[in-house]
């Protein structure tokens, strides 16, 4: 059975902060659906009514385009533990980046890596909690780190060309890239 709620509440942090992935969907009109899981300790929950997320560069900029195009977005979280529980945050998100104004502000509240591009802002709407008894238990084993690896390994002026082509969507929707290389704290190799 869901249950609907208008912020997330206490519980909803908690289980929140104990899940290792996440996943983040958006669309846009006449564009492809996107949905990409997340991870590192990339999350946050800002207020009752506000979340955000480090974004690293990827393979594309799906979720800043659509997120400009559309502004809608759905984050799901699940627990691969006990209690089993789906937790979906629904709201309307907007893309910050490095030279934004309120980039410092956002900034602080993570640890940069090396690679972001971008936080995610996201306004909650509505947050809706669900048994998640088909999903499974699972353990995480450790972290990929190949992803800070390699933007640890770029030259910082390739890097920003790189990112800076990346102006648009898979279907053509804009997206405003960053126009700087964030060296960040790379990230340990897992044991």
């Given amino acids: 059975m869901a249950d609907f709620f208008d912020s997330l509440n ?3 942090v908690e289980m929140i902060g104990k899940q290792p992935v996440f996943f983040v969907a958006t669309a846009a009109e006449g564009a492809r659906i996107n ?3 997340k991870g590192y300790d990339a999350f946050r929950v800002l207020s009752p009514t506000q979340v955000a997320w480090l974004d690293l560069g990827g393979s594309g900029n799906e979720t800043h385009a659509h997120l400009a195009a559309d502004g809608r977005i759905t984050i799901m979280f699940c627990n691969f533990q006990q209690p089993a529980l789906i937790l979906r945050i629904y709201g309307r998100g907007r893309a910050v980046l490095p030279q934004d104004d309120e980039w410092g502000d956002l900034a602080a509240h993570f640890t940069l890596l090396p690679g972001t ?3 995610f802002v996201i306004d909650v709407e509505s947050v809706q909690t669900s048994c998640g008894w088909g999903v499974p238990v699972m ?4 972290e990929r780190a190949t992803l800070v690896k390699y933007h640890a390994q770029q030259d910082p002026d390739k890097w920003v060309a790189k990112a800076g082509s990346r102006d648009r969507s898979i279907d ?20």
């Fill in 10 to 12: 206490d519980k909803h």
């Fill in 35 to 37: 949905l990409s899981p």
């Fill in 117 to 119: 591009r971008q936080i």
């Fill in 139 to 142: 353990q995480l084993e450790h």
């Fill in 172 to 191: 053509g929707l804009p997206a405003r890239p960053t126009d700087r290389y964030i060296a960040g704290e790379p990230q340990a190799e897992p044991g």
